[in-house]
């Protein structure tokens, strides 16, 4: 699974392409969301106003809307149990 970050107007956005299942992303959001993870501080998911999962199979966005950095959550992204 390849993964890319980059910075928009309103937060970061994550694309993931290759051998990556929306359902998967689904999953890692929704554990976020219910701090049902330790991929990234609990100020860090307190500055995320909003996650937002769009595309398919083979190649699914997730957008972060709030004030975060790129490196925090490519951080995140290395320590999600769900990706890794």
Same mark, same amino acid.
């Given at each position: 699974m390849k993964r =890319?970050? =980059?910075r928009t107007g309103k937060g970061v956005k994550i694309a993931f392409s290759g051998e990556v299942k929306k359902s998967q992303i689904?999953? &890692?959001?929704?554990? *976020?969301?219910? %701090?049902? *993870? @330790? *991929?990234m501080s609990d100020e860090t998911k307190k500055r995320i106003e909003a &996650?937002? #999962?769009r595309g398919e199979d %083979? =190649?699914?966005e997730l957008e972060l809307t709030g004030e975060v950095a !790129? @490196? !925090?959550i490519e951080e995140a992204l290395k320590r999600s149990? #769900?990706?890794n």
């Open positions: =890319s970050v =980059s689904v999953k &890692m959001v929704e554990n *976020c969301a219910a %701090g049902a *993870c @330790e *991929c &996650m937002d #999962v %083979g =190649s699914v !790129e @490196e !925090e149990k #769900v990706l």
